[in-house]
């Protein structure tokens, strides 16, 4: 199975994305930064990415564009506890295929990736 790309700065955050998408068989690899996600993006592009919108090296919206410039259909779950109508807006603007406001249920979060997976590939 293809890679998910987490891109988290907040490290507990990160650990445990990672760990319940590793449970349900995904593949996962993260960044804890804008420079590390791009990075990553570049390197072996991922079926999904899941981003926070704040990072401390910049804007999560580049890790949007990034992603979807290397492949259009790939997914972009965007994540962020400074939720706004403007935040959510610019980010689907961006590319992004959801929008999650921190904090939500890992039940929320599975769905999203399972139903963003399923989309990309119809």
């Known amino acids: 199975m293809n890679r998910i790309l987490v891109?988290?700065?907040?490290?507990?955050?990160?650990?445990?994305?990672?760990?319940?998408?590793?449970?349900?068989?995904?593949?996962?690899?993260?960044?804890?930064s804008r420079g590390e996600g791009l990075k990553a993006?570049?390197?072996?592009?991922?079926?999904?990415?899941?981003?926070?919108?704040?990072l401390p090296d910049g804007d999560g919206l580049d890790i949007i564009r990034a992603a979807r410039a290397r492949d259009p259909k790939v997914p972009v779950i965007?994540?962020?506890?400074?939720?706004?109508?403007a935040a959510r807006d610019a980010a689907l603007a961006s590319g992004a295929s959801a929008f999650l406001a921190k904090p939500f249920p890992?039940?929320?979060?599975?769905?999203?990736?399972?139903?963003?997976?399923?989309?990309?590939?119809q």
């Open 106 to 121: 890992a039940s929320a979060l599975l769905r999203l990736v399972h139903d963003e997976l399923e989309r990309s590939t």
């Open 41 to 54: 993006i570049e390197s072996a592009p991922p079926v999904l990415v899941i981003a926070d919108l704040r």
């Open 7 to 32: 891109v988290e700065d907040e490290a507990d955050l990160a650990v445990t994305y990672d760990r319940l998408l590793r449970r349900q068989g995904y593949r996962v690899v993260t960044a804890a």
């Open 78 to 85: 965007v994540v962020t506890a400074f939720a706004s109508r």
